[in-house]
Nanobody, 124 residues
Framework: VQLQASGGGLAQAGGSLSLSCAASGRPLSNYAMGWFRQAPGKERDLVAAISRAGTRKYYVDSVKGRFTISRDNAKNTMLLEMNSLRPEDTAVYYC??????????????????WGQGTQVTVSS
């Protein structure tokens, strides 16, 4: 499956941005998915993850209550709605997909498929 992330940009602290990940090549419904981010000089870390049907979700503590991950398998897309943005959310954001069993949420870093990153910059 090929992934393409989009929707990054510049926002002020307290603002909102939405990221989208479009998939092609294979039905997205076969894959658990996740959003990762990498700030300069830091490792790429998981932000949120979602199961194949979207019934189970995981968020890292720092984004709970502010970010919402969702997916539309009919449209082969995954979204990340980001609200109440903070300067520390500034990073390159990546979407990822991995084959999974029903209901599985993958929180490890070793996803099989990655999109290119999209820059999110939050100014204070």
């Amino acid at each position: 499956v090929q992934l393409q992330a989009s929707g990054g940009g510049l926002a002020q602290a307290g603002g909102s941005l939405s990221l989208s990940c479009a998939a092609s090549g294979r039905p997205l419904s076969n894959y658990a998915m996740g959003w990762f981010r990498q700030a300069p000089g830091k490792e790429r870390d998981l932000v949120a993850a979602i199961s194949r049907a979207g019934t189970r979700k995981y968020y890292v503590d720092s984004v709970k209550g502010r970010f919402t991950i969702s997916r539309d398998n009919a449209k082969n897309t995954m979204l990340l709605e980001m609200n109440s943005l903070r300067p520390e959310d500034t990073a390159v954001y990546y979407c990822a997909a991995n084959r999974a069993v029903t209901g599985e949420v993958i929180t490890r870093r070793s996803y099989e498929n990655w999109g290119q990153g999209t820059q999110v910059t939050v100014s204070s």
